[in-house]
């Protein structure tokens, strides 16, 4: 068993009049709580706890939440403060609030195959064929890659040890996102080129984060849609409520 945060914390645009997308109400429900069920119906994740505004998610009564650390304004902050909750596990899972078609069996094959794999981080990554199968009006980013085309999904199993180095490189490519110049110095010319130009693999994409980081990564390939549909626009609120009747 394994325990898992769930960042919540507030967005910078409402959706359905609020800015904490975890309490946007789908078929009656907050979004946030279908995502907690799908963890602990997972059966391999035992404490949650989230991290987001206290108040207002300590008003919506969530059931099997252990503790509910204050938002602390960024994703990256508030991803350090849930791993520091659990800093002395040897992996922890993290999600997001906005994953609501979510299944207890995507989670479990997610943590299985990572767990497997013996890496120090692992990400999910979707096959665009597989998400348009089962999910033919989700709108989604798809990176063109060697092996195809893949979209990434919203949890991350991580060894709390290595936070530190990933946080660096994080803010880095954070704060380069519009310079193709400074981003080329963390992630090298090369690899943005082949990215661009479509011909990166997964496996040289592993190989490169790992010589960055200096740990060992993994994209894991899961058949699980469900893990990238978050919803960000009322369109992806209005598929999730059609999903969810």
Do not use: H, W
């Not at 979004?31 to 997972?42: C, H």
């Not at 938002?71 to 508030?78: A, H, K, L, T």
């Not at 479990?108 to 998400?131: G, M, N």
Request: with cysteine; net charge positive; aromatic share 6%.
């Amino acid at each position: 068993m394994i325990n898992s945060i769930i960042l919540a914390g507030k967005s910078e645009k409402k959706l359905n009049g609020k800015y904490t997308k975890a309490l946007v109400s789908i078929n009656g429900k907050p979004m946030i709580s279908y995502v907690i069920k799908a963890l602990k119906e997972s059966g391999v994740v035992d404490k949650i706890v989230v991290i987001g505004d206290r108040d207002e998610i300590n008003k919506a009564g969530l059931e099997d939440v252990e503790f509910i650390i204050q938002d602390r304004g960024s994703i990256i902050d508030n991803v350090i403060a849930g791993v520091d909750y659990f800093k002395e596990d040897s992996m922890i899972l993290i999600s997001t609030c906005d994953i609501p078609l979510l299944t207890g069996e995507a989670v479990y094959d997610f943590v299985k195959k990572s767990l497997e794999s013996k890496a120090d981080v692992c990400y999910p990554i979707i096959e665009k064929s597989i998400c348009l199968e089962k999910y033919p009006e989700a709108v989604r980013t798809y990176a063109k890659l060697k092996d195809g085309y893949f979209t990434g999904g919203n949890l991350i199993l991580i060894n709390p040890k290595v936070l530190d180095r990933c946080i660096i490189k994080a803010k880095q490519m954070i704060e380069y996102r519009k310079n193709p110049v400074k981003m080329s110095k963390v992630l090298g010319f090369t690899f943005l080129l082949k990215l661009v130009v479509g011909r990166l693999t997964i496996e040289s994409a592993e190989k490169r984060v790992s010589k960055i980081l200096r740990l060992k990564p993994k994209a894991i390939i899961t058949s699980y849609p469900e893990i990238g549909n978050d919803v960000d626009k009322p369109e992806d609120l209005n598929m999730a409520e059609k999903y969810l009747s």
